[in-house]
C-alpha cells in the first residue's frame, strides 16, 4: 500500500512523489497515468490534491491532460527544456549527472573564451571579488555558492544572455544536489586556488587561456566531486 502523505505540504508532496514515479520509468513517456480516483485513493488524498499535482507536472512538461482521455506522459528527453534538468539529476540516476558535467565542461570553456574576451571592468573587478569570498569561505556550503556566482559572472560577462540561461539551468541542476559534491570546496583556500588561473585569465582578457584554464578547472572539479582524483584526465584539443 502507499504511504499516505503528510499533510502540511500535501500538493508539493504528491506532485514529487508521482514526478519521481516518471522519472524513474514507472510511467514511461507515452503512458497514461491511472486515473484521478485511483492516484487519489493510492496516495490517501483528495481529487482536487490530484489535479493540482497534475497541474504542476504539467507547468513542469513532464505531463499533458486532456478531458476525457486522460493524463499521459511527454516524451520528456525529446521535448523537455533545460528546467528539468534538477529533477533528473534527483531522480533519474547518475548518468544524468556524467552527461550535465560533461556539458558544464565543454559549454563552460566556450563560455570562459568568449567571455574573456568581451568582460567589462565591472565583471574583472566582481570576479576577484568572488575568488576572495570563496577563498574566505568559512565551510563548503558557502564555498560552493560563492563558486557558482563566479560562473554566474563569467556568463553575464560574455554579453550573450543565452549563455546565461543555460548556466543557470546547469546551476539549477548542481544546486538542488550540491551536498554530493561538497568534498571539492572542504577546503575553500584550495578551491580557490583552483580556479584562480582562469579567474586570472579572464581578468587579463586572454580567450585562448581563459579555454585552456577553464577546461582544466572543469575536469579537476569534476573529478573531485565524483571521487575520481587519481583517474588521469583525457587529453583535451584547444580549438
Known amino acids: 500500500m502507499t504511504t499516505p502523505l503528510p499533510r502540511d505540504t500535501l500538493v508539493d508532496?504528491?506532485?514529487?512523489?508521482?514526478?519521481?514515479?516518471?522519472?524513474?520509468?514507472?510511467?514511461?513517456?507515452?503512458?497514461?497515468?491511472?486515473?484521478?480516483?485511483?492516484?487519489a485513493t493510492a496516495y490517501q488524498v483528495t481529487r482536487t490534491s490530484v489535479k493540482h499535482a497534475l497541474v504542476r507536472l504539467g507547468q513542469a512538461g513532464l505531463v499533458e491532460t486532456r478531458h476525457g482521455v486522460g493524463t499521459r506522459v511527454r516524451d520528456y528527453e525529446r521535448l523537455g527544456g533545460?528546467?528539468?534538468?534538477?529533477?533528473?539529476?534527483?531522480?533519474?540516476g547518475p548518468e544524468w549527472a556524467a552527461e550535465i558535467f560533461q556539458v558544464r565542461r565543454e559549454v563552460g570553456a566556450q563560455i570562459a573564451a568568449t567571455a574573456a574576451a568581451h568582460a567589462g571592468p565591472e565583471h574583472r573587478d566582481r570576479l576577484r571579488a568572488l575568488a576572495g569570498e570563496l577563498r574566505a569561505a568559512p565551510d563548503a556550503d558557502t564555498a560552493q555558492l560563492a563558486e557558482c556566482e563566479i560562473h554566474r559572472v563569467i556568463a553575464a560577462a560574455t554579453g550573450n544572455r543565452v549563455y546565461g540561461f543555460l548556466v543557470n539551468a546547469l546551476l539549477n541542476?548542481?544546486?538542488?544536489?550540491?551536498?554530493?559534491?561538497?568534498?571539492?570546496?572542504?577546503?575553500?583556500?584550495?578551491?580557490?586556488?583552483?580556479?584562480?588561473?582562469?579567474?586570472?585569465?579572464?581578468?587579463?582578457?586572454?580567450?585562448?587561456?581563459?579555454?585552456?584554464?577553464?577546461?582544466?578547472?572543469?575536469?579537476?572539479?569534476?573529478?573531485?566531486?565524483?571521487?575520481?582524483?587519481?583517474?588521469?584526465?583525457?587529453?583535451?584539443?584547444?580549438?
Open 82 to 92: 533545460p528546467e528539468l534538468l534538477p529533477m533528473l539529476v534527483g531522480t533519474a
Open 13 to 39: 508532496t504528491l506532485a514529487a512523489r508521482l514526478r519521481d514515479d516518471i522519472l524513474s520509468g514507472r510511467y514511461p513517456p507515452g503512458s497514461y497515468l491511472p486515473p484521478e480516483r485511483e492516484l
Open 173 to 239: 541542476a548542481y544546486l538542488a544536489v550540491r551536498e554530493r559534491f561538497a568534498g571539492a570546496f572542504t577546503d575553500p583556500p584550495g578551491a580557490a586556488e583552483r580556479i584562480a588561473p582562469l579567474v586570472a585569465a579572464l581578468c587579463a582578457g586572454d580567450a585562448v587561456r581563459a579555454r585552456e584554464a577553464a577546461d582544466a578547472y572543469y575536469a579537476e572539479t569534476e573529478s573531485l566531486m565524483l571521487g575520481r582524483a587519481d583517474e588521469p584526465q583525457p587529453p583535451h584539443d584547444v580549438q
